[in-house]
Structures are given as C-alpha cells and as structure tokens.
C-alpha cells in the first residue's frame, strides 16, 4: 500500500473502527492522554518489548535458516529497538547497558553472518527483562493508560501486528511476517493483563477481534503458504478497531491523528528540546526521544506523515531526509535522493521547522 492510500484507509479505520455508540459518545471526553502524557516511555517500552520480540525469533530459527531480508529485519535489534531507550539506561545503569549492547550486537552480526545465534539471543533475554526493570517504573508499567497505549502501539506501530504483516504482503519472502509474530505474542499477553479489569461487554467484544486476528498469526514464525494476501486490509481493520475498544477499556486517548495540529504543535516542541541533547554531545538521548517522535509523526494513529504526503509533499521529502539521517527507519527519502552531509544538531533543527510546516499544513 503506497503512503497516500495507507493514509487514506488507516486515517478512515481510524475514524470508524467505534465499537458502539456509547464508544463514539465518549471519544471526545476521554480523561487520559497516554501518548501526550508519557510518549517517551512508551516508545522506550515498545523498544524493549520489540526487542525481546526480535531476540525470540532468533530462538524460533535455531534449526531453520533465514534468508538475508530476515536478518536485516532481526538484525536491527542492535539499532531502532535498542535506540528508542540505550540513553536511559546508560544513565540508569551503565554496566546493564555496556553488558546489553554488547550481547545485542552480538547476536546481530552472528545472524548477519549465518553463524547460530539462538543460545545468545536465549542468553540476552534476561537482559532485557533487567533493563525494563529499570528504565520503565514499575508504577508506569503496570499503570492501566500505559498499558493499553503500549498495546496500541504493539498493534499499529512499525514492526507491529499489522504493520508486519502489511510488509509480508508486499515481498515475496514474507521475512517480515516473523518480526509480526513476535509482536503478536507480546499483545496476548497485554491483553491478558487488560481484559481482567474490562467490562464484561468489552471483555466478549474483544475476544472476538483477538480470535479474528490470531488467525493470522496460527503458523507462529514460520510464515504461512499460501500466504494470505487478501487478507492485510482485514487486520489492519481489527488492529484499529481493537485499539479503539482499548480506548474504552482505558478512558484514554490512543488516535492521537484526530487533533494533528496539536500533535504537529507538541512534536515541534519536542524535536527543539532533543535539538538541546545533539547540541549538549548527549546523542544516545537524543536518539531514543526522537524515535518516540518519529513514531508519532509516521504512525497510523496519527496519520501525520500520510497527510503531509499528500497536502505537503515537499515537507513530507524533507522530513524523510532528515530523519534518515539521524535515525535507523523506514521512512527514507525515494531511492536515489543524495544523502545529506549535514551535522545531527542541524538536521534536528531542520526538523523543528518541518514541525512547524507540518503544522501549518494541517490546520494549526
């Protein structure tokens, strides 16, 4: 799906994914703002959770190879999830982090290299679950706002649920499908958690969208022939109507697209304050709160970048060059576009002026 139609059918799916009138009544008077609230957290929280997830497909593939797009899909491990919170943890717990990194890049360059890697991803696993312990609050992780936000982004993010499979469709190797089933398995286990204080009504509502997306994930890693091509609009549907019944479980706001001046507004105001990291030499900082921007600015919760593409494109171009510069992603300028030279500090403060077109563009 190309970034304008993308935007199109997550910015609709976004709008009609209610689950009941009584969701649609209360949509504008939620009390919690997860994504405003803690958006750096729960960036950190989804980069430790999809790097664990990551570490599990290296265990699943122990007997089976992987063919070269899967290691570049595992391998990132050691760049856009340990990136979203390495800064926190350093300052946290420096040996934690140096101990970490280490084993990441380990397990990465041993899969880039066809050498096994599954006893040290095995190895890496408690590591993770350490540095969770302390760059997340234990008070944080199990706040219920956070928790559904987390799934949200488990669901709807880059790498996530749906997401993945979305990338599956779209290459003929599939190699995306398992980083997917990763991210599933993780969302069983937040659901879990979730549905003991859901209503009963909203309890049985998402039984029902966790049994029509578990079906696509039933063959675990390895992924399904024939592929299910006709079938990504479906998910991606479920995915978003199941964050909107989040919404309800929670009381909290999880589409943050359906204000984008406002989102436009914070980012920019974010992006100023990493600026003052690159500036200050504290990159690994700054890195982690910009891929918690990032997220926001390309996610189909908020549909930012799909717009920009259409109302701004020149902004949207330049945005996908500065990001690239500073940060491990997707969102890349088209093939071909030279590379930018420019230092991190003044790539992040061109971003805080696309923040500002971005925010004019859509309204603000």
Known sequence: MNRVVQWIAGASVAVVAITSAAVAQEILTRKYEPYYQTMFPISQAFGLEMLDARLRVVEAYATTPMNAELKQHVASMATHDLGRFYGTLQQRNAALATELKTVVDAVAKAVLDGQPAAAMATRARPLVA?????????????NLQFKAALMASMLMAEDGVSEAFEEAVKYPNRQQYPVGWGAWERVEVLWKELAEVATPALRSEATLFMDNMRK????????????????????????????????SVADATLFVGRD??????????VVASICAEYAAGRDSLATERLYATLEHFVS????????????APET??????L????????????????ATNMSAVDACRGLVTVMAEANKAVGG
């Open 316 to 321: 949207d171009a330049r945005a996908r060059l």
């Open 130 to 142: 350490n540095a969770y312990n302390a760059v997340i609050d234990p008070a944080l992780r199990n």
């Open 216 to 247: 696509f994930y039933q063959t675990k890693h390895l992924p399904p022939v024939p592929f299910p091509e006709e079938d990504q609009e479906e998910l991606e549907s479920l995915t978003h109507s199941m964050a909107a019944l989040l919404e």
């Open 260 to 269: 984008m001046p406002r989102v436009t507004k914070t980012l920019g105001e």
């Open 300 to 311: 189909e919760a908020s549909g930012v970048a799909g717009t920009l593409s259409v109302l």
């Open 323 to 338: 990001f690239s510069r500073l940060l491990v992603t997707r969102y890349k300028p088209p093939a071909g576009t030279p």
